[in-house]
């Protein structure tokens, strides 16, 4: 039988790397690089195309071997940096009176500011139709002289248009007529907020053009390339859709390629719990994964909110290039300017030679930037000296790694840059690295507070070119271990070719019934299905924001060939090797709590609480709790052990009950059920997740207690 190979392609500003991976041993089979393509007639669709090529005639590949290819895409958010959108017209519909008033305050979406400068912006023009008015000529005349604005998409936005969006559809259907591409507002969002709704439409509208134009090209190209399997394309939420998808919603590719990153460090790295942190250039990207899942929050464009599902992932402006900023005898600020954007080399890539009588000199990197930027003139010409060239000054880059470049040209620097500032090159050098992690760590603190990850449980997985720059004075900092990415070079390329089929569908339901819960399921199901995945491989998480009243169901599959185990089962004597180095104790001081065909369940007492981890049978750590029991029963049997663990672990204080959070482990996967106020929502959701077990099959149950 011949080979079955999944590609993953992901398009950096710098340069495309496409990775093939054996679709059932999981082994890099082949990496194809090239610069990326921006200035290219077919855009970056080019790069992609031809880093694919590459990859699989070095790699002696089979077009027809490809059974999976994807690929990240900047062009989402290139185009909104760029402003490279189109203007867009909003048709509001709402019933007339006081809701019409205020629909049409709300629906009127102004001018969506994308850059500092206010130059680069999606522009608007509205129109509002009073539903009782609502007709096919109407709506016709409407966006014929919205088309005679200028306007070059339309977006429908009707006011409660989750509940009922025939109107919003056929303006879609009147679109086709017309040769203009038509967003429908309740398509790409189920959620009430008439405003947020329609902004994220407008912003899905004004990159449509781009996008199915770049669909296009690229879509064509994969075939002329003999590759039968759909081309599927990375979400910012860290799923794929297919492509004909991405033509409908491409505003939720925007920050598709720090989420592949991410993607890769689950998947390929284990990492279960801890901060990503791909260290590039310019800027570094933090995101957190927490029990096996990474965090998802909604995107922000031009400083407003949207209803698209992205990965929660913070850009902070320093990295491996970054440039000092120092005055007074004092470092005042790393970053956020880099080397890459002054156009300045390296101190530490080039020879010593040219640092003879090397002196320091400040300067704007680009027009309004402050003054005070460090650079070493020799021999008239101009380095910079950067946050690289401090930590091979300091000897933390060893010979063959990436960062390694001429430690002594760094030195040099360094010496000449404290007698500068008073003080001796190594404190600079060190003082750079402290600035630099501060930044880092702002971001990473927060990140853990607003996600409750613990300290004791979280690693630090570093990835990107600079990783070794940054991260070991960062984890020392905060005080937690840290893990340097293995392929850190091509992590967002695995990414993109291990990634599942993903789709989400929100809605508000103060009070959500059984049969809500199943409707939304059967929704999500259809969805995901759309969106390339196969019926069978469908799996379904349901979770309930008390808070806002969102019911969110999470929807998961595999394409047409099944998603193959990532490696072969590990050995209980393996799992006990992995849960201890997480516990950072001695083997002989953890517990087995229970297993079942798919999970075992550890404990080990860390002073007064009991921690717990749950580790699958091929050696992913899937979830981690401290103050935490695990029990086994059947899936009839659930719904008493998980009222016994709701009562026994719940926490009284003063007047204030704290319910525990419950975990299910079912089949291969982990619920969660965390932040439920009541054991009736409890019994609802254990209720969808076990219909369609059979009663007799052994699940686990995983109960923790919650404080303030």
Sequence with gaps: MSKQIRVGIDVGGTNTKAVAIDNKTYEIVGVGIIPTTHDHELGVSAGVIESFKKCLTENNISSDEVVFIAHSTTQATNALVEGDVAKVGVIGIADGGLVGFLSKIQGKIKDIVLDESGKRKITTAYRFVNRKDFSRELVSKLMDDLIAEGCGVIAASKTFGVDGMDEELLIKELGKEKGIEVC??????????????????????????????????????????????????????????DIEEMRNRP?????????????????????????????????????????GRPMIDYAVVGGQRTMVNSMDVRTVGVAGGSMIRANNGKIVKVGPRSCHIANLPYVVFTDPKEFENPEVIQLSPTKGDPADYIAIRANGKDYALTTTCAANALGIIEEGDYSYGNPESAKRCFEVLGKFLGMSGDDAARAVLDDAAKTTNEVILDLMDKYRVEESQTTIVGGGGGAKVLLPFAADKLGVPYTLADKAEIISSIGVALAMVRDVVERVIPQPTREDIIDLRNEATDQVIKSGATPESVEIQIEIDQQTSKVRAIATGSTEIASQDLSKEITEEEALDLVAESFGVEKSQINKETENEFFRV???????????????????????????????????????????????????????????DLYLCVGAKIVDFEGLTSLDQLNMLLDSELSLREGNEDIILVGAKNDL
């Design 184 to 241: 429908a507002a309740s398509e790409i969002s189920k959620l009430y907020g008439l405003t947020r709704r329609t902004r994220t439409a407008v912003i899905n509208g004004s990159i449509l053009p781009r996008m199915i134009s770049t669909a296009d090209s690229t879509e064509d190209a994969v075939k002329k390339a003999g590759i039968g399997a759909p081309l599927m394309i990375m979400r910012g939420d860290g799923g794929v859709m």
């Design 251 to 291: 505003v939720l590719t925007m920050l598709s390629g720090p989420a592949a990153s991410t993607v890769g460090a689950l998947m390929y790295l284990r990492v279960s719990n801890g901060i990503f942190f791909e260290v590039g250039g310019t800027t570094t990207d933090i995101g957190v994964i927490k029990n």
């Design 602 to 660: 550890y404990t080990s007492q860390k002073g007064n609480k009991k921690e717990l981890r749950a580790i699958d049978k091929k050696g992913f750590i899937k979830l981690q709790r401290a103050d935490a029991v695990a029990a086994k029963a059947t899936a009839g049997g659930a719904r008493t052990l998980a009222g016994n663990m709701w009562n026994d672990l719940a926490v009284f204080k003063s007047d204030i009950k704290l319910n525990p």
